[in-house]
């Protein structure tokens, strides 16, 4: 065989590594957060909701930048995620198990938030390994990604089939899923991580370093338009699963992943966009999209709560796997999984928390009457999103060719 083939059916090979542990990260996700609403409905667990969803923020706080560091100094990605996937399951699993038997309220909360501190950094994580081992970020990374969401249909998908909607099946099913993960990765290379001679301050070894990231003006505006947008968002999952019921929808798990069809065929087309347009005006088509898929859902009718459901992947691709990739072309290798926990950070720990605390007492307020106001409810997340996509367009420069190499992050152009 030629070298020439040779390199390619390793490439090919490495290729699927990829894609298969993007796939079934993205199913064991599926299967927790998407029908988590309804599971905690289903044993009375309502009141429990938006603090439950506030977990994964409260942890994004803290969890993602250590391990980022840990990442980026101290072990290979790879061995990091294994140990995290392997925690995640074990969490998951006993949160379902507190739900199922009705423990206090206190401690089903509590395995939540253990479960959110093991699995927040695992996106980030995930998506250093995959970055690493690409050869065209820009080409590369949005297919790669698109399995990932496929993953989380399947995921979705499954659930419904097993009739789990609201059932703690699916949760333990996604403990099963993060146990392969952590099987996967005995199959992945190790990364290399650069070694540090220096002596570390604590402020390093907890990944606060990166807060130099948003001295550059361009990146900081980056992370406040994740984190802002972040926050509307969060009043999907908990609540549009509810409004399906409400308009006569069964299996909602099946009718949510509608929105992934949306968001794979985005990540399709970005590499293409990168290359024709600006990194700003794709930024500002998925923040104009998702004004406009709040705006339908607030119509209040089946088929346009359907469509703003569609639209919700596409809005979700353009915004975060383009900031993403932003990352990884302009942060320098030594700081990118730093740079890729810093946006967890802003996107599940800021954007999160104050979403899901401020869109359950926003959606308390149009409950107040008998039955639920929709209309005002995603109309005021319309009106919130098209706040921050005039913030974007007004805030974000970008920088010509010359300023495109990896930038450090203390001296940006």
């Not at 072990?75 to 206090?104: D, E, F, N, Q, Y």
């Not at 093991?118 to 998506?127: F, V």
């Not at 798990?253 to 990194?279: D, H, K, N, P």
Request: with cysteine; charged share 10%; aromatic share 12%.
């Amino acid at each position: 065989m030629s070298p020439l083939r040779v390199l390619r059916a390793l490439r090919k090979a490495e290729y699927f590594e990829l894609v298969a542990l993007f796939f079934i990260q993205g199913s064991a996700l599926g299967m927790w957060f998407v029908p988590l609403s309804n599971i905690l409905d289903a044993h009375g667990l309502h009141d429990l909701k938006p603090l439950a969803f506030a977990c994964s923020a409260l942890a994004a706080f803290v969890s993602p930048l250590i391990f980022g560091a840990m990442a980026d100094r101290h072990a290979s990605p790879v061995k990091v995620l294994r140990g995290l996937a392997l925690a995640t399951a074990v969490a998951m699993a006993l949160a379902c198990t507190a739900i199922k038997l009705h423990w206090p309220p206190w401690l089903v909360l509590a395995l939540i938030q253990l479960h959110a501190l093991c699995s927040s950094p695992t996106w980030s994580i995930s998506s250093t390994i995959v970055f690493a081992r690409l050869a065209d970020a820009k080409q590369e990374f949005g297919p790669i990604r698109a399995v990932a969401t496929f993953g989380w249909m399947v995921g979705c998908w499954l659930i419904s089939a097993l009739g789990a909607d609201a059932s703690t099946l699916a949760g333990f099913s996604g403990a099963v899923m993060w146990l392969l993960v952590c099987a996967f990765t005995f199959f992945l290379p190790d990364l290399e991580t650069p070694k540090s001679a220096e002596h570390l301050t604590w402020r390093q070894r907890l990944g606060w370093d990166a807060l130099a990231l948003l001295k550059h003006p361009d990146h900081r505006v980056v992370f406040i338009t994740v984190a802002l947008f972040s926050i509307p968002l969060c009043g999907f999952y908990p609540y549009a699963p509810p409004h399906l019921r409400e308009l006569g929808f069964t299996r909602t798990s099946a009718w949510m992943s509608l929105g992934q069809i949306t968001e794979i065929l985005a990540m399709l087309l970005l590499g293409g966009l990168l290359v024709r347009w600006r990194l700003k005006w794709i930024f500002a088509c998925g923040l104009g999209l998702g004004v406009v898929r709040f705006a339908l859902s607030a119509i209040n009718g089946k088929a346009w709560l359907l469509a703003g459901v569609v639209l919700h992947g596409a809005s979700f691709a353009l915004v975060f796997i383009t900031a993403q990739i932003y990352l990884d072309q302009r942060v320098e290798a030594a700081w990118r999984a730093r740079a890729q926990a810093l946006m967890a950070l802003m996107n599940g720990g800021v954007g999160n928390l104050l979403g899901y605390l401020g869109t359950g007492w926003w959606f308390a307020a149009c409950a107040r009457s008998p039955g639920t106001n929709w209309s005002w409810f995603w109309g005021g997340l319309a009106a919130t999103v098209a706040v921050v996509f005039v913030y974007f367009l007004l805030a974000y420069r970008g920088i010509g060719a010359a300023g495109r190499n990896h930038p450090r992050p203390g001296g940006m152009n």
